[in-house]
């Protein structure tokens, strides 16, 4: 059973910068795609970055291109995702969730595409 831990969240200042790490146990096949997702309260939850062999590094939201940096790092039996967030801005105020797929190898938006998921990470942007 894969497991999926996030890390990283916490209060920030607009204009700062966070580091959020997934931490992917036993999830030992480099090629599929882990992504990050948020969701803010009251709205739904969006797809923000995916990475994978097949696509690379993804930002789907126009209002984090240039942003977020999505990588991966893939060790023998966990795999690590990391979503840089800078000039963070209030609006990017949400849960920050990472999901992983065993069954397709290309990334995607839809949260259905995705077999596992972590618990979430708070960011809170204000002043």
């Known amino acids: 059973q894969v497991q999926l831990v996030e890390s990283g969240g916490g209060l920030v200042q607009p204009g700062g910068s966070l580091r959020l790490s997934c931490t992917a146990a036993r999830f030992t096949a480099d090629y599929y795609p882990i992504a990050w997702f948020r969701q803010a309260p009251g709205k739904e939850r969006e797809a923000v970055s995916c990475?994978?062999?097949?696509?690379?590094?993804?930002?789907?939201a126009d209002s984090v291109k240039g942003r977020f940096t999505i990588t991966r790092d893939n060790a023998k039996n966990t795999v690590t995702a990391y979503l840089q967030i800078d000039r963070l801005k209030p609006e990017d105020t949400a849960v920050y969730y990472c999901?992983?797929?065993?069954?397709?190898?290309?990334?995607?938006?839809?949260?259905?595409?995705?077999?596992?998921w972590g618990q979430g990470t708070q960011v809170t942007v204000s002043s």
């Open positions: 999901a992983a797929s065993l069954t397709y190898y290309y990334c995607s938006e839809r949260r259905g595409h995705y077999d596992f």
């Open positions: 990475i994978s062999n097949r696509d690379g590094p993804i930002n789907y």
